[in-house]
């Protein structure tokens, strides 16, 4: 699908498509869906942001707090998004040893009592010690740079998530 084929959809085939594309969150694309038409793929996903940016501190916060746990309760109990099922897979969320998981639970824990709202990372961009590592150093911040960092980091799982849908059969059939 390109972006032809986007400014095209109908508001309901737009969120159909593209309602995850920030984890539980299809109140933003069916809000950017009256900012077509795009001019490129570069476009949508500025749009994208530009809403996200205007939101109120207490909103961003809110889109962190959608976002599930990295190899936490629902990676265990399989109610984990398919979106989010493959990047946790992809960076070895599904595969940790006994030790690996308890200091991942640990630091998840220790992360959400500091800030009140949860560890994002784009799990596509990070291998698994590199995701630890990163827990562990960004416990340490403050809550508002964790905040924004949280945000920039669901804006590239964002990115991404877009790519893939465009690049997907199962879009392009729609
Ligand atoms: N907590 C967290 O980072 N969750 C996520 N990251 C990612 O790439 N997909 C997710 O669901």
């Not at 707090?65 to 070895?92: I, N």
């Not at 995701?131 to 964002?158: F, P, T």
């Amino acid at each position: 699908m390109d972006i032809a084929a986007v400014n095209v959809l109908s508001y309901e085939d737009f969120v159909e498509v593209f309602g995850n594309v920030v984890e539980k969150c299809p109140l933003i694309p069916a809000a950017v869906w009256s900012c077509r038409p795009f001019v490129s793929v570069k476009a949508f996903e500025a749009a994208i942001n530009e809403f996200i940016d205007a939101l109120p501190e207490s909103g961003k916060e809110g889109i962190l707090r959608c976002h599930p746990d990295l190899a936490g309760r629902d990676l265990k109990s399989g109610t984990l998004t398919r979106e989010s099922l493959e990047e946790q897979a992809v960076a070895g969320m599904d595969a940790l040893s006994s030790s690996e998981a308890a200091r991942m639970a640990r630091l998840n824990e220790e992360y959400k009592k500091r800030f009140g709202f949860p560890f994002v990372i784009c799990a596509r961009m990070n291998e698994k010690a590199a995701i630890l590592q990163q827990l562990s150093e960004r416990c340490q911040n403050e809550r508002i740079v964790e905040r924004a960092r949280g945000i920039e980091e669901v804006k590239k799982i964002c990115r991404l998530r877009i790519h893939t849908l465009l690049l997907s059969d199962r879009t392009f059939k729609l």
